[in-house]
């Protein structure tokens, strides 16, 4: 097992020392109190890398339709009843916000596959993989490698162009939320100051250009996420977690107890846990919302919608998914009003036929659950 970045606030550059950040925030007149504030309204529905993550060996071609994390995926998605869409950004070597989950990026030439580290790219080599924006270029071949260790092409139905963190905010629909995911390397060890610099050159651009878009940001970096909580006050912080579902170096990503830890620790918002380690512990549920902290899962099974609606019953507030018309749709079934639902004894039978599950039923299940799932 490689060792896995650890850095302790405590030993950071003194962070009262950070104009830049402080300055343009307090330039937008934003509120200071905000995330502290922050509460979910309903049960939230977010779109996983815009409109679906991509799995090219997949038989769905749900997996396939649209190129994940591009302005096409973003505004896609937006068509459906979503709240937030997630996606992934990494900073390039000369200091710009990209979007793109791969840690390496891939590419074929004379029959030989190259990987390059996205975060050794300047912005420029960065943009010139895949589809191009300029009429007539072509950009180079992507490719991705699938977990039994294959290369496949990068193609999915409807192709878009890589994108920045600031070509988001300015190209998508502006009501739509940003769940921005800090994305590091898990084999990468991070010095204090750069880790410090990758995330003021991030808040940077948010700043700049979120405006009034709702943002949350999320990371599986335990120290990044009490940095950049402790850097800014005006938007919520989650700590990403697979529940237990992977054993890390780092302890504190390794159960839900832990991730609660490093929430109260920090002044963290909430976690955002793989759902298997949800169903796997689901008395952890009552002791996190306790602790006044949000909890939204991601994962396949949130492409059920009978798991949803389970989460919803959990008091769960949301969930990160691919199907996003699918599942979009069940949730505006689950919250709608019974009186919505029912007028002039008309769709009685529509309420009745959706997903339900009684007190006693769902005690059963809570108890069923963890034996169902293996990781």
Avoid at 109 to 138: D, H, M, R, S, W
Avoid at 312 to 333: A, C
Avoid at 338 to 358: D, H, I, P, V, Y
């Amino acid at each position: 097992m490689a060792l896995k970045t650890i850095l302790h606030l405590s030993n950071l550059p003194n962070l009262d020392h950070v104009p830049e950040i402080y300055s343009t925030c307090f330039s937008k007149g934003l509120d200071l109190n905000r995330a502290s504030s922050f509460r979910i309204p309903k049960f939230m529905v977010i779109g996983h890398r815009g409109h679906g993550m991509n799995i090219l060996q997949s038989s769905d071609s749900r997996m396939k339709a649209i190129k994940e994390n591009s302005i096409l995926s973003f505004n896609s998605a937006a068509k459906f009843p979503l709240d937030f869409i997630e996606f992934d950004v990494q900073v390039t070597k000369d200091d710009c916000p990209v979007i793109f989950h791969d840690d390496f990026i891939l590419t074929e030439e004379n029959g030989t596959i190259f990987e390059k580290k996205v975060t050794e790219l300047c912005l420029a080599e960065f943009l010139c993989y895949g589809p191009q924006k300029e009429a007539g270029k072509e950009g180079k071949c992507l490719y991705r490698k699938t977990k039994d260790g294959k290369f496949v092409k990068w193609n999915v139905e409807t192709d878009d162009s890589l994108c920045t963190l600031q070509d988001a905010f300015q190209n998508v629909e502006p009501s739509l939320g940003f769940n921005i995911e800090l994305k590091f390397d898990d084999f990468a060890v991070y010095q204090q100051d750069h880790l410090l610099h990758i995330l003021q050159v991030i808040l940077q651009v948010v700043f700049e250009f979120a405006r009034d878009r709702p943002i949350i940001f999320s990371t599986f970096q335990p120290d990044a996420a009490q940095l950049v909580r402790k850097l800014q006050n005006n938007y919520p912080v989650y700590f990403l977690t697979e529940g237990g579902a992977s054993i890390y170096y780092d302890v504190r990503r390794n159960s839900l107890g832990e991730a609660m830890k490093v929430c109260l620790e920090g002044g963290l918002q909430g976690i955002v846990s793989e759902i298997k380690g949800v169903f796997k512990d689901p008395g952890a549920v009552p002791k996190i919302k306790d602790s006044n902290l949000s909890l939204l899962t991601y994962g396949k099974l949130n492409n059920v919608p009978e798991a949803v609606h389970m989460q919803y019953l959990m008091g769960i507030d949301g969930v990160i998914v691919d199907f996003v018309e699918e599942i979009s749709q069940t949730v505006d079934d689950m919250i709608k009003p019974a009186k919505e639902m029912t007028t002039e004894g008309k769709g009685e039978s529509e309420a009745n036929s959706k997903l339900q599950f009684s007190q006693k039923e769902l005690s059963f299940l809570l108890k069923l659950i963890p034996e169902l799932i293996q990781f």
